[in-house]
């Protein structure tokens, strides 16, 4: 396949891909090569052993508001009691755990940045923390009613294979002449894209 009919190919996937639309491993095969099919795979694979690490930092921070979370869940139990002595105690015992939690969680994070995306929400200095189950930050993996829904999202395969279409492309494109490469994209063909269905990511 010539470097012109690969970059017109390359677009059509990335179009498809952009547009919900379904792409066949042969497809991306057939501009990759079986190289790069292969690289695919092991990116995926590589991307889902990723999502069982977890920071040491977040599991120690995970540990701290945990211990706080039961003080807190003690206090409201001896509250329904109509204990509120020892009901106050829990609580202010709670809000310094937690606390000091926070505090821990936001020097790990001014040390390394990369520890946000473990977080549901922003921990930076300046930013107010509500120290109950409702507003204290949760790490990404928790399965609590109160962590936020704005957590990143995970990386798909599809957008994998996307990313390689495009630097794929990018790369066709810096190699060719600028008169070849507007062919490529400014002529339009048709393509029958009924064999382009048919594998899901």
Known sequence: MNTAKRIRRIELLIHRFDNGGSVTRSSIERVLGATGLSRLDTEWMNEKSSRNYKPKEIVEYSERIRRGLIYYALGDKQSLKGDGYKARKSFHK???????????????????????????????????????????????????????????PKVTKRDLAREMLQTELEKLVGREPLELVNLGFGTKRSFDISSFSGFKF
Request: proline residues 5%.
């Open 94 to 152: 709670a809000e310094s755990i937690l606390e000091n939690a926070v505090e821990y969680l936001r020097e790990v994070v001014s040390t390394d940045s990369s520890l946000r995306l473990w977080i549901d929400r922003d921990v930076g200095f300046g930013i107010e923390v509500e120290l109950c189950p409702v507003g204290i930050p949760r790490p990404v993996w928790s399965t609590s009613n109160y962590k936020s829904q704005c957590s990143l």
